[in-house]
Structures are given as C-alpha cells and as structure tokens.
C-alpha cells in the first residue's frame, strides 16, 4: 500500500534562512510525486512535481525537490525563505499519474522576522 | 481563466439534512475528484471520476455520494450528514491520461454539520 510521510509537524524558521521540508514515499511503482502549498484560507497550488528524468526539479517560487529513489525521499528546499512562505505544505504521490493523489499529513511553515 | 469552482464556500448545516455540494471545472478535464481535509490528516481522496458517468470510491467514502452527468460538473452529495463529517472539502481535476499534467484544486468548502 501506499504512504507519504512528513515527519515534521511544524517548523519555524527565519526569514532569509534557508529551508528543507522532508517527504518519504513507499509506493510499488515509479511514482508520480508533487509538493503543493496551502495559504491560509486558501485552495492548493502546485509548487512542482516530478514524473521521470532529471532528479533535481525546479517549481515555483524559487523552490526546488530532489527525488532520491534510494531513499524514498522528495525533499522540498528553497536556499532563502521569505515571510510570505509561511504556509501549509503537502506532499504527494499521484497514484494514477497526477491523478488520484495520495497526501502526507502536511508541514505548517512559519515565518519569524 | 482555467478554475475549479467549488459552491458553497461555508456551510453550516444540521445533522440528517441532506447537503450537495457543487464543483465545476472549465478545462474540459476527464478527471475530477474530491478530498477532505481534516488537522493532522492532510487530505483524504472520498470519491473520483475518470469521466461521464463512470465515478468510484476513493480512500473514505463512507456516507457520501456523487454523480457524474456531465464533464464538467462533479457534486459531493451528503445524503444523511453527521458531526464527523464536518471538514473542509476540496475539488480537483486533471487530465487524464497525460504523463506531464497536474491537478487543479478548488477553494474548498468549509462544511459544518452540528
């Protein structure tokens, strides 16, 4: 069966530091993998994805993932983190493709000045 | 503009009274769905659709029901709804069958049943 884990609940960070937020996968096939971001208030909007080839993603944002297949990792980054990244953010493996989205239980970023 | 419109956005309804909850897409995608978000379990697929009238369960469908008449149209149904089906719902589509292709989501619909 599938999962996506996030382990980190909640993490702060200070404006211009950078910033990891990690995603474990266990899923039979070559997953379909994406990290969607949610605005309070908000709907969810795709920050990048990964379907096959280079490893490293560039998204929206100025943020970045890396597929590690040997670890089963699709960590998020972004070298420098600005108050406006202050969000909920989601992990997911797209069961069907991009479609039929299994999720992790999410990481809320916050900001400090 | 390509969106996902989701009615209502916040609902407060009594338990037992039956509820639909629409969403709309204008990308002619094959692939809508829908998910419920609640704290501390990130999101939850209920039901899909991968086209007319073809729908099927999803991780938690119990005590919902939808329908798939035309492409564009996908509503959430709550027949009977309870306390523990108040959430946060949200809608998506996606093409289907593409490999490079992503989901597009809704506002979502706060729903409360007291």
């Known amino acids: 069966a599938q999962s996506v884990t996030q382990p980190d609940i909640h993490i702060t960070v200070s404006e211009g530091a950078s910033l990891e937020l990690r995603c474990n996968y266990s899923y039979g096939a070559t997953p379909y993998l994406f990290w969607y971001v949610q605005s309070p208030g908000q709907g969810l909007q795709l920050l990048l994805k990964y379907f096959s080839g280079d490893t490293l993603v560039q998204g929206i944002k100025g943020f970045e993932a890396e597929f590690k297949r040997s670890q089963s990792s699709f960590n998020l980054r972004k070298p420098s983190v600005h108050w406006s990244d202050a969000a909920e953010y989601f992990c997911?493996?797209?069961?069907?493709?991009?479609?039929?989205?299994?999720f992790g239980t999410g990481t809320r970023l916050t900001v400090i000045p | 503009e390509a969106q996902v419109t989701q009615n209502p956005r916040y609902l407060i309804t009594v338990t037992g009274k039956k509820l639909t909850v629409t969403c709309s897409q204008n990308?002619?995608?094959?692939?809508m769905s829908w998910y419920r978000q609640d704290p501390g379990l990130g999101l939850r697929q209920i039901y899909y659709?991968?086209?007319?009238?073809?729908?099927d369960k999803g991780d938690v469908p119990e005590g919902y029901k939808v329908s798939r008449k035309e492409k564009r149209n996908f509503p959430l149904i709550l027949e009977s709804p309870s306390p523990n089906q108040t959430s946060l719902y949200f809608c998506?589509?996606?093409?289907?069958?593409?490999?490079?292709?992503?989901?597009?989501f809704g506002q979502g619909t706060r729903l409360t049943v007291v």
């Open positions: 659709s991968m086209n007319v009238e073809v729908t």
């Open positions: 990308m002619n995608h094959e692939y």
């Open positions: 997911a493996v797209g069961r069907t493709g991009a479609n039929n989205l299994f």
């Open positions: 998506a589509s996606s093409f289907l069958g593409r490999g490079d292709t992503e989901a597009f």
